[in-house]
């Protein structure tokens, strides 16, 4: 039915197909940043931790009979941790980022949303029509201009991401400022940067060393650092509130699994227990990367820019065969073909010196 899409596709050198790839293979593709994916006692906490519950599975959405007390738990967690003042626990960040820009731009209102903002956000934007404005990657001044452009006769809303996944870039802090002085919420998709960056790994405020404010609202998931599924969001009471009267994909699903729930719980206790030490891990990584390829990242994720997906995919098929895994991303992702490499704590110094090693053989990056 979809042959000739598919052939289109295939010589375009942009199919991708589902694979399960060897256990023997370095894991410097994944988001799992702090490599608790494969702690299996954090799993058994989890467990029992869900077992000890009157129900193991939600049952209903949030809003019926589907809230538990372990989803509670997480939401009074976090808020706690990120000094926030009310929470909620959703299926997904593509769930979350819907439940934000569909509800919270009303009839006169703008969000002005950084150009390379994650699909989740970019998707529900398009409906929203000339209410979505879009500035400049990571440019607070470009985002300055637009609004002094094109001011709304209702709320300002702007949306950033704590780190960017395809760019491994950390959000400027002037965009906190901005939102302060234009009195505009700030909405923070912290899916890449939470448990990754900052002094006590909470993300881009914890990073920036920002106080949080009333009009700051920080989503975050569940599947990455944190080595779950799921995905939270944090902000002022009446914007929580609002989320849970208002926003569909709050509404009308089911809650999110209960041991997720209770394994993100879990893993973040972990995280916060030993943040020093897993600090000090990531840190190391990035200067492995910095000494042998002389590229200073700013996150836990290395970007190598590609001409052609040909190239790249040369490198990456070479890489697996020297025993590493890593992300091979073409369109409609990014414009450009890459290679994201994550440096995942789980992968020792060796390994990822080796890694470097074999890069720096190669040639056709850095583009």
Do not use: W
């Not at 509130?241 to 394994?263: G, P, Q």
């Not at 992300?327 to 390994?351: D, E, F």
């Amino acid at each position: 039915m979809f042959e000739k899409e598919l052939s289109a596709i295939k010589h375009a050198h942009l199919y991708r197909e589902r694979k399960i790839f060897s256990d023997r293979l370095k894991d410097f593709a994944s988001n799992d940043y702090l490599g608790l994916s494969q702690k299996k006692k954090l799993a058994k906490k989890a467990y029992h931790l869900v077992m000890s519950q009157s129900n193991h599975s939600p049952k209903a959405s949030l809003l019926v009979n589907g809230y538990s007390l372990i989803h509670k738990e997480l939401e009074t967690r976090l808020c706690a941790l990120n000094n926030f003042e009310n929470g909620i626990i959703l299926g997904s960040g593509f769930l979350a980022n819907l439940a934000l820009f569909d509800s919270l731009v009303r009839k006169n209102d703008k969000i002005y949303i950084d150009e390379k903002y994650h699909a989740s956000g970019i998707y529900p934007a398009k409906i929203l029509q000339e209410r979505a404005v879009y500035f400049k990657h990571n440019d607070p001044a470009d985002l300055l201009k637009n609004i002094n452009s094109s001011a709304p006769k209702g709320r300002i809303i702007i949306a950033i991401e704590g780190v960017y996944s395809m760019d491994g870039d950390i959000a400027h802090k002037d965009f906190a400022q901005i939102a302060c002085e234009k009195n505009a919420l700030l909405i923070v998709d912290e899916a890449h940067s939470s448990g990754s960056i900052g002094k006590n790994l909470l993300g881009y405020f914890d990073y920036h060393h920002i106080p949080i404010q009333p009009n700051f609202i920080k989503m975050g998931t569940l599947s990455k650092a944190y080595a779950s599924y799921g995905a939270y969001i944090l902000a002022d009471n009446s914007v929580i509130e609002f989320l849970c009267n208002r926003a569909k994909s709050i509404i009308y699903t089911t809650a999110l699994s209960i041991f997720d729930t209770a394994l993100a719980l879990i893993n973040l206790d972990y995280i916060q227990k030993n943040k020093h030490i897993l600090t000090q891990q990531i840190d190391r990584l990035k200067s492995i990367v910095k000494n042998s390829l002389d590229i200073s990242p700013q996150a836990q994720i290395l970007i190598l820019p590609y001409k052609n997906t040909q190239e790249m995919q040369a490198l990456h098929q070479k890489l697996q065969n020297k025993g590493f895994l890593v992300g091979a991303i073409r369109q409609p992702t990014v414009r450009h073909p890459i290679l994201r490499i994550t440096l995942c704590v789980k992968n020792s110094p060796k390994q990822t010196k080796k890694l470097c090693k074999i890069i720096k053989k190669s040639q056709g990056y850095l583009c």
